[in-house]
């Protein structure tokens, strides 16, 4: 029999921890929750203080009761759920449940699952922290309140499946106004001038900068010909050259927001998938040997940036060991954000020396591409400043000024690992200028004016949504991934081209909120609202009296709302076509992936249909149809014939109509980071055409 028995969350966890813990310690698992709020009701008495009704989860019981048995043969209970406030929850529950008694040193926790970690949790177990489990009770009480009584009045006035939730809500709030900016945007038009140098046959660019030493735009083909007119000649004097070197310095390492914004970015990971490979991390993966099953990542639900003294010297000395003394970077902590609890570290590598490329066989895919990049980015972030020299050269010709600017990379620092993904990749036009000197003569080659016009602000994609959310306060690092999941599984939002759009759907219901439950879509309420969780957390606030400020107010305008509102129909757009099946109309539907045809009889009829879109290009093998652009189940674009199934031509690159000059079979076009390959598909043929 075990003297001491451990309850964690999950068994990948449990096996790890039982083995770092020896033979006196039993470790087992709640597998999450096994005490919650009823899912058929609300659970919250309102006439009673708010006070949360739970039950034991169903399919829990045979769970909760295999741990009552084991903790009554035990001399010792110890509570090891996750380090956060659904963690605390799960350990107040389970202590209730368990019969151990308040105020019982039972609970330990940890943010990385190594060998010295947990048994140096294990020496000081404390109380549970009541302020914690508050906040979290507070965060359900709340959500219950406003999600089960608003999502029956959306069932009854528009259709069933909605739900309306304070932080949900505002995300979809951000989307359509995003989507209302770029409807009503206008276009103003402007102007830029370019041309090729040349000095002592050494080619470079500059750019149209300003008239007599200051900055000039050009609103239009007019400007653009007055500054074309002013200038005498194509012999332009270097006016001078100033030559500096710049800083640049490393990223912090990942929290819970960035890892899912630069997973996004450089993996094309969804937010779901991050977290849930993450999880997989932390618990634990079996890398034989010696090392068994092991913890390769610190929690990865933190907003903090803060990292330990160890973790800085084990990184200092692999840094020196692989680049040398002058790639180390200066001891000093990061700045957490002002909201930032740092409740514990950063996500990074638990134990540095296990380098990705070491462990990969032990590996899934993407367990390895995550881990590489967390592994990366913690590594860069401990190292020195990369270290650049610019040079802006001034040109002038009868007091019109170009400017060419040049940049070389001096010295690497953490640039040697790792470099900051971008939401929006920038062609970097910065190339090293040939040697010019204040006096010099250089010739214009092709001076030539372009026209552009000011673009709309982008749509959100998942990397930039969640930092808008993270920047406003809206939600927090555990909420991201579920609300980004939530709100296209209810169809108020979709994807185009890996950017959320709106729904018609999605519209309407905030168009409703916003009418008469406006705090719910007001970034401002939820700001506060979190704020509020936060103070329970620190014990400044009691969580029962920041809910009735809220209940009190929405309880009236919920009995408005009820009265007040009409049944609203939501209509769909008819696709112009019949379904061949039961020859009823066929509609257009938005997706998690898209618009997509349905038959309007449904559900008596599930006839489906992609959108096709056409590229222009006839079919090479049945010569009758034509190519169109289709979607995998993947959500990767493929190219097949129109005339499937009778015809299963499908192509991953792009067909063009222009048939091989050297063999006359079909080509493709395959796109490149900085160019465009079109090959033939029979022969050895391909051209390449810069981008």
């Not at 900016?181 to 000095?199: G, L, M, Q, R």
């Not at 020196?320 to 180390?328: C, I, M, R, V």
Request: include cysteine; charge should be positive.
């Amino acid at each position: 029999m075990s003297d001491y028995l451990v309850i964690v969350e999950s068994p990948a966890k449990a096996k790890t921890i039982e083995r770092y813990l020896g033979k006196k310690y039993k470790v087992k698992a709640s597998m999450g929750h096994v005490i919650d709020l009823p899912k058929s009701k609300m659970g919250v008495d309102v006439e009673n203080d708010y006070d949360p009704k739970y039950i034991t989860i169903r399919g829990k019981g045979p769970v909760l009761d295999d741990l009552k048995k084991s903790a009554k043969k035990a001399k010792k209970v110890y509570l090891a759920a996750d380090p956060d406030r659904e963690g605390e929850a799960i350990a107040w529950h389970l202590a209730h449940s368990l019969g151990i008694e308040e105020g019982a040193k039972c609970r330990v926790v940890f943010n990385e699952i190594t060998k010295d970690a947990i048994k140096e949790s294990f020496k000081e177990p404390r109380e549970v922290d009541m302020d914690l489990v508050n906040a979290q009770q507070a965060r359900r009480v709340l959500d219950r309140l406003v999600g089960y009584n608003i999502s029956p009045l959306l069932w009854k006035k528009i259709k069933k499946g909605l739900s309306a939730g304070r932080v949900q809500s505002v995300a979809v709030k951000l989307i359509i106004d995003r989507e209302n900016e770029i409807n009503n945007f206008v276009p103003e038009e402007y102007w830029s001038i370019t041309s090729e140098f040349t000095h002592k046959k050494k080619k470079f660019e500059a750019k149209f900068h300003g008239i007599d030493g200051e900055k000039t735009d050009l609103k239009n083909e007019e400007d653009v010909q007055k500054i074309l007119n002013r200038l005498e000649g194509e012999t332009f004097d270097v006016q001078s050259v100033n030559k500096r070197e710049r800083k640049r310095n490393p990223s912090s390492p990942f929290t819970t927001s960035s890892l899912q914004q630069e997973a996004f970015r450089k993996l094309n990971f969804r937010a779901k998938k991050t977290m849930m490979i993450a999880q997989q991390l932390y618990e634990g993966i079996n890398l034989g040997g010696k090392d068994g099953t092991t913890g390769l990542i610190t929690y990865m639900r933190t907003d903090s940036t803060r990292v330990s003294n160890t973790a800085k010297n084990e990184a200092a000395e692999l840094i020196e060991a692989k680049f040398g003394q002058s790639h180390l970077g200066k001891q000093k902590q990061a700045k957490n954000d002002e909201r930032s609890q740092d409740a514990h570290e950063a996500i990074r590598p638990t134990a540095i020396h296990k380098e990705p490329t070491t462990i990969k066989p032990k590996l899934s895919n993407d367990q390895y591409k995550l881990y590489k990049l967390i592994w990366e980015r913690f590594v860069a972030s401990q190292m020195a400043p990369a270290v650049l020299d610019t040079v802006t050269a001034h040109l002038m010709n009868n007091g019109v000024e170009f400017r060419a600017t040049g940049s070389q990379v001096k010295f690497k620092g953490f640039m040697e690992v790792y470099v900051e993904g971008q939401d929006d990749k920038k062609k970097d036009e910065r190339k090293m200028l040939p040697p010019l000197e204040e006096g010099d003569q250089v010739t214009a080659q092709d001076i030539t004016p372009n026209q552009h016009f000011t673009q709309p602000p982008p749509r959100y994609t998942e990397a930039r949504l969640v930092r808008t959310l993270e920047e406003k306060g809206i939600g927090r690092p555990s909420t991201y991934a579920p609300t980004l999941d939530t709100i296209q599984r209810r169809g108020y939002v979709a994807l185009d081209n890996r950017r959320f759009v709106p729904t018609e759907l999605g519209t309407i219901v905030i168009d409703l909120l916003e009418q008469y439950f406006p705090e719910i879509i007001n970034v401002q309420f939820t700001v506060d609202m979190e704020n509020n969780l936060d103070s329970v957390e620190d014990g400044d606030k009691e969580w029962r009296k920041i809910i009735d400020d809220f209940y009190q107010d929405f309880e009236k305008r919920l009995e408005k709302a009820e009265e007040e509102i009409e049944k609203i129909e939501v209509r769909d757009e008819p696709a112009g076509e019949n379904c061949e099946k039961c020859g009823h109309e066929m509609v257009y539907k938005m997706g998690r992936y898209g618009k997509f045809m349905a038959c309007s009889n449904f559900p008596d009829c599930r006839n489906t249909k992609p959108i096709l879109k056409e590229i222009g290009v006839d079919c090479p093998r049945c010569k009758k149809g034509s190519i169109v652009e289709r979607k995998s189940k993947k959500n990767r674009t493929f190219y097949g014939c129109d005339q499937y199934p009778e015809c299963e031509f499908i192509s991953w690159d792009k067909p063009i109509q222009r048939p091989c000059p050297k063999c006359a079979s079909l080509m493709v076009e395959k796109k490149q980071k900085k160019s465009t390959q079109v090959k033939c598909t029979e022969c050895d043929y391909s051209e390449t055409e810069q981008s």
